[in-house]
T-cell receptor
Framework: SQQGEEDPQALSIQEGENATMNCSYK?????LQWYRQNSGRGLVHLIL?????REKHSGRLRVTLDTSKKSSSLLITASRAADTASYFC????????????FGTGTRLKVLA | DAGVIQSPRHEVTEMGQEVTLRCKPI?????LFWYRQTMMRGLELLIY????????DSGMPEDRFSAKMPNASFSTLKIQPSEPRDSAVYFC????????????FGDGTRLSIL
């Protein structure tokens, strides 16, 4: 099965609300990355969090990492219609390689 | 700056035909990745190169698939012969070396094998 699995699979919220997506992974990691994919486009890197970090912010994005639970969450605050996209977490496995494993993704729909 | 450029954006062909997908990475990046995305299997890493050398091709599904990187600015993914189950979106991505480097994706090639 996938190294990373996001939940929920799909999320629908109103503009202005916060959106939280979760990612679980199976093995030890050096870092975890989050990406966004708009319909019909390639993935875009959002943020990277290292294994020795617990929380990281970038604009309206907040990422947390709990290595004891092998999980990460992505919070988008004050969501906008333009945030409508699929969101993926990615880890490298085995560690030390460039073999990126992407999760199953969360489809976020923000209603105006 | 130009991003990762893939061509063609769409390809429709009949089974048995040879398909060649092309990718131009971002200048200066020395790692290049080919992925396949389907609804059933999600995003799968097919092969990656570092400094033009294939490092890991364990994700290549069958011998019908091959990839080359003749120089730092060009890579191809070839399917010969193509089959309907190869229908998917194929992405190329590039980055600087290192597992802490963000990957930059092209907009993909949507491949349909009839």
């Amino acid at each position: 099965s996938q190294q990373g699995e996001e939940d929920p699979q799909a999320l629908s919220i109103q503009e202005g609300e916060n959106a939280t997506m979760n990612c679980s992974y199976k093995t030890s990691i050096n870092n975890l990355q989050w990406y966004r994919q708009n319909s019909g486009r390639g993935l875009v890197h959002l943020i990277l969090i290292r294994s020795n970090e617990r929380e990281k912010h970038s604009g309206r994005l907040r990422v947390t990492l709990d290595t004891s639970k092998k999980s990460s969450s992505l919070l988008i605050t004050a969501s906008r219609a333009a945030d409508t996209a699929s969101y993926f977490c990615a880890t490298v496995f085995p560690s030390g390689t460039y073999k990126y494993i992407f999760g199953t993704g969360t489809r976020l729909k923000v209603l105006a | 700056d130009a991003g990762v450029i893939q061509s063609p954006r769409h390809e429709v062909t009949e089974m048995g035909q040879e398909v060649t997908l092309r990718c131009k990475p971002i200048s200066g990046h020395n790692s290049l990745f080919w992925y396949r995305q389907t609804m059933m299997r999600g995003l799968e890493l097919l092969i990656y190169f570092n400094n033009n050398v294939p490092i890991d091709d364990s994700g290549m599904p069958e011998d019908r698939f091959s990839a080359k990187m003749p120089n730092a600015s060009f890579s191809t993914l070839k399917i010969q012969p193509s089959e309907p189950r190869d229908s998917a979106v194929y992405f190329c991505a590039s980055s600087f070396s290192g597992d802490n480097q963000p990957q930059h994706f092209g907009d993909g090639t949507r491949l349909s094998i009839l």
